[in-house]
């Protein structure tokens, strides 16, 4: 007699689900199996990914283990360029240009673990993508396709001969015969469309699928305008007699802020600074390590601010002793009562000198309820580099508290933050010191104007001016910017910065 047979023991599981937090790593293991020499994600794009859209991710998994992927996100694609890059549709791998509200869903990638081809993988993940489509009423499906065997075939045929071969089934290429299978058909072909597939000769087949059951939205309206106003301060330095009097000063310009409606408040570098004015007199060094014991009375005060008026507050900068080093660090107090830090990384000659400040390692990009922001200090807009990796990090907006004593200073950060406006497609603010503290050694004299900066171009400001102040004034400006106008602007400007770069000549690299 034999034994029943205990199908528990011969039971697999294979499933389609979304992609979570916890699968990034394997999702990147899996990604180096499956492009052997192209750049990977990195952490920070998976996030941003499910972040922003959790629906278009998706796995498939197999006994627990990851065997395939896929991301998308969903575009307007009639407001993006035919012959667009890989790079410009994704934001640099962020997804940060997804909208909830657009036509159609755009694929980005699939991988199917090598091992476990011939079980229909990618099939189900074509699937999963059409499930999406029809649960959202999208129209279509776009790919940028890959054909990675041309690279077998480029000394003899065109792209485009390449392309006609496969799908007259006389070549068999891996992704174009797959997708070609699945119902999508021939766009264009795009060139340098993934700088690092090299199998592909950098080119693309730009596929769709439309979706039979979509229903035309009569009464949609496209969202035209994605403001955010932003107040910034040019902030008198005076002598004040208590953190009292500095706090009543403070909340003024929050309030100030707060009656325009608006959705930032930006305050200069070195802002409390103005408490050594009624502290005792010591040398410099001495000075900044009695300033840093005030740390946790700055924080809860913008703290408390940023949730009491409903706004998001650049908080300055401010000394702060850590492992008894001394930073200079700028703020970001969110109206939720969240906070977080940006320390500047490029210290001054004279900060070093007179105060012995360290540096900072890392470039942050912080997620707002108005988008992604950087904060780069001061000196820090002086570096073409810092701004170029915050924004290929998603920043939209970079805020830099600033504090000189002359014209000249001054004059170099206004007019490099005008620059970093026009080289990344991004918004620029500043906000400075004026005024004077007599009794305060390094401190004693303040030059400064503030201002809101454009891209110079069609649809934005003027000179690429939103607005400043006057200089040596206290006073604020406030003005609008546009996100949407930005993002138009990326994409359709009289020239793309961002998109014309030459990769294949230079590059910035991040080390962190």
């Known amino acids: 007699m034999t034994e029943e047979i205990n199908l528990e023991k011969l039971n697999k599981s294979i499933e389609a689900r979304q992609m979570e937090l916890r699968d990034i790593p394997e999702i990147i293991e899996l990604q180096k199996i499956c492009f052997p020499g192209m750049e990977t994600w990195k952490p920070e794009h998976l996030e941003s990914h499910i972040k922003l859209f959790p629906r278009g991710q998706m796995v498939i998994e197999y006994e627990g283990t ?44 699939v991988m199917v673990h090598p091992d476990f081809r011939g079980m229909k993988v990618g099939q189900r993940l074509y699937e999963a ?6 649960e959202l009423n999208l129209k279509s499906i776009i790919i940028g396709g890959r054909i990675p065997n041309y690279h077998k075939y480029q000394d003899e045929l065109t792209p485009r001969e390449y392309v006609n071969d496969v799908i007259k089934h006389k070549i068999k290429d891996p992704v174009l015969t797959f997708q070609y299978m699945n119902g999508f058909t021939l ?59 500095f706090a009543n000063q ?33 040398n410099p060094a001495e000075s900044i390590r009695q300033l840093t014991k005030y740390t946790d009375q700055y924080i ?34 969110r109206r939720d009562g ?38 780069q200090i001061c000196y820090d807009s002086e570096f073409p580099e810092m701004a170029r990796i915050a924004t290929e990090k998603g920043a939209k907006i970079i805020f830099t508290p600033f ?72 006073m604020v400006v406030i003005g609008d910017v546009d996100l949407e106008v930005l993002r138009r602007g990326r994409e359709n400007g009289t020239v793309r910065q961002l998109r014309d770069r030459r990769h294949d000549l230079y590059q910035v690299n991040y080390k962190r």
């Open 66 to 109: 990851i065997i395939g992927s896929c991301s998308s996100l969903i575009i307007n694609f009639d407001e993006y360029d035919d012959r667009h890059t890989w790079d410009g549709i994704t934001e640099n791998g962020y997804i940060t240009n997804h909208n909830d509200n657009g036509h159609n869903l755009y694929g980005i990638e």
């Open 338 to 375: 969240s906070i977080e830090k940006q320390y500047k990384i490029h210290v001054t000659p004279n900060e070093r000198r007179w105060w012995g400040i360290s540096p900072g390692h890392k470039i942050e990009v912080f997620d707002t309820d108005c988008g992604k922001i950087a904060i």
């Open 129 to 134: 993508r059409r499930e999406i489509a029809y």
């Open 403 to 474: 504090s000189t004593e002359d014209r000249q200073s001054y004059l170099r950060v206004k007019y490099c933050s005008m620059a970093r406006a026009i080289e990344n497609q991004i918004y620029t603010v500043t906000s400075g010191t004026c005024g004077n503290l007599p009794q305060t050694e390094n401190m004693d004299i303040q030059y400064s104007g503030s201002g809101i900066y454009s891209p110079s171009d069609f649809g934005f400001a003027r000179d690429g001016i939103v607005g400043e102040t006057g200089e040596n004034v206290e």
């Open 187 to 245: 766009m264009r072909i795009n060139p340098n469309y993934l700088k690092d597939d090299l199998k592909s000769s950098k080119y693309a087949t730009l596929m769709e699928w439309n979706n039979p059951d979509y229903v035309p939205k009569s009464n949609i309206h496209f969202k035209t305008s994605d403001p955010v106003r932003i107040c910034t301060v040019n902030y008198m330095m005076r002598k004040i007699d208590s953190f009292e009097e």
């Open 300 to 333: 809860e005060m913008f703290n408390q601010f940023a949730m009491r008026y409903n706004i998001n507050i650049i908080g300055g900068s401010h000394f702060v002793e850590e492992d008894d080093e001394i930073y200079n660090i700028s703020f970001l107090f």
């Open 250 to 282: 403070i909340e003024y310009f929050v309030d100030v802020a707060y009656d325009a409606e608006s959705d930032f408040v930006v305050f200069p570098e070195l802002l409390t600074t103005q408490l050594m004015s009624f502290d005792e007199k010591r």
